[in-house]
């Protein structure tokens, strides 16, 4: 796949000129996507025999975004295909050398309470799927963050059922 880039128009020029591009919320973006500007950039850098192979036309691309949040959405798929659809299940992804941000500057304000940094660890603690799970009820979400369930007249998607998260089949509620 390829995105329509004339060789000779002004954006081919830019994109020749371009050293770095940075690409905010990769994880939501489906490899599909991803493999198309990769692909496209090998095209319009394929006469310069240095560059012949690389990634990204060898490009330096900083891919940005949180692993831990919401995958691509794949219409009326599974939760298989929007996993397939991900960057780590890219034929691109062995070629990526991952770094990790260790603070998270948004929250360095916030922090000083003990309830702002009970959040902030709860917070983590999902990210990290290390909170305690009840087979039938899921995850016990903290009073002060819990809500109650919006009328499905209002089409929301239901997500508490009173103190904690159910695991909901997005596609199912998708279709």
């Known amino acids: 796949m390829l995105c329509s880039i004339p060789f000779n128009g002004a954006l081919t020029g ?4 371009t050293a770095l591009i940075l690409w905010d919320e990769t994880p939501m973006v489906h490899c599909h996507a991803i493999e198309a500007v990769d692909s496209t950039l090998l095209d319009l850098t394929k006469q310069d025999q240095r560059l012949v192979g690389q990634p990204f036309g060898g490009k330096v691309i900083v891919f940005g975004g949180n692993f831990r949040q919401i995958l691509p959405v794949v219409q009326r798929g599974s939760a298989a295909d929007a996993i397939g659809a991900s960057l780590r299940r ?3 992804w062995g070629h990526l050398r991952v770094h990790q941000l260790t603070s998270n500057m948004r929250v360095q304000r916030l922090t000083g309470t003990a309830a702002v940094e009970q959040h902030l660890q709860w917070l983590l603690d999902l990210g990290s799927s290390t909170l305690p799970q009840d087979p039938e009820l ?3 979400v903290p009073g002060t963050m819990a809500m109650d369930l919006i009328a499905p007249s209002r089409q929301a998607v239901p997500c508490a059922t009173g103190m904690h998260v159910r695991h909901l089949s997005l596609p199912e509620r998708c279709r």
């Open 90 to 92: 890219s034929q691109l």
């Open 138 to 140: 899921g995850i016990r």
């Open 14 to 17: 830019l994109l020749h000129a």
